[in-house]
């Protein structure tokens, strides 16, 4: 299969909305393809990923697996990977009309300085990322309250997710924003995916 057909294949299978990569792009990026796929890692994904289905009411197992994409599977190091009293204070949004702060569960900053690259934020398993928010006064979703809280501290990149939908924000001030998404069970039965969440999201990805 050529690169560029081999590219066109996983940009078919994933759900974007707004501006997203070109071909072109993709081509300058990973002119050899995507990272080869990992049997060893991909064991463990299902094997995470099927715990996660069987016991995600749990919060606690579902922020676990959580953690394990971004650590084990996007490979982020400690060093990289905020969470809890690491997060700047700075990194919320407040809505005092709807009385709800939006802020990351985990920030990727930049190695050298710390400036953050990627804000993550996680909702309930029963929570449609693009759907209204649960039990809240304001009736938009976690998709539009990604994109806020992007605005609202000028960073470019969001990955929201309630566990099975993984949601790439692309929000750059003065621009359309741009949606895309790729599914867990998806990852397991078309690789391709799985491959290229890893490439543009990973410790080496491109979107870093």
């Not at 560029?4 to 990026?29: D, I, N, Y």
């Not at 009293?85 to 702060?101: D, M, N, R, S, Y």
């Not at 920030?107 to 690259?117: A, L, N, S, T």
Request: net charge negative; glycine share 10%.
């Amino acid at each position: 299969m050529s690169i560029a057909r081999h590219h066109a294949e996983w940009l078919s299978l994933v759900e974007a909305s707004g501006p997203f990569l070109s071909l072109q792009v993709l081509l300058e990026a990973f002119p050899s393809g995507l990272e080869a796929h990992d049997g060893d890692r991909f064991r463990a994904l299902r094997a995470a990923y099927e715990e996660w289905l069987d016991y995600r009411g749990d919060p606690a197992i579902h922020r676990t697996w959580v953690s394990w994409v971004l650590t084990d599977l996007l490979e982020f190091p400690d060093e990289v990977l905020l969470s809890g009293q690491g997060i700047p204070p700075a990194l919320k949004v407040t809505f005092a009309e709807h009385q709800l702060t939006l802020r990351p569960d985990w920030v990727v900053v930049e190695p050298d300085g710390g400036q953050p690259r990627l804000l993550v934020q996680v909702v309930p398993p029963e929570q449609g990322l693009e759907k209204t928010y649960r039990g809240s006064r304001w009736k938009a979703s976690p998709a539009t309250g990604m994109m806020e809280l992007l605005h609202a501290t000028d960073v470019r990149l969001g990955l929201l997710t309630n566990g099975e939908q993984w949601m790439l924000v692309n929000a750059p001030r003065g621009e359309a924003t741009g949606f895309t998404s790729w599914y867990g069970n998806l990852w397991l039965e078309e690789k391709l995916t799985l491959r290229a969440f890893q490439s543009l999201l990973g410790c080496g990805g491109s979107l870093r």
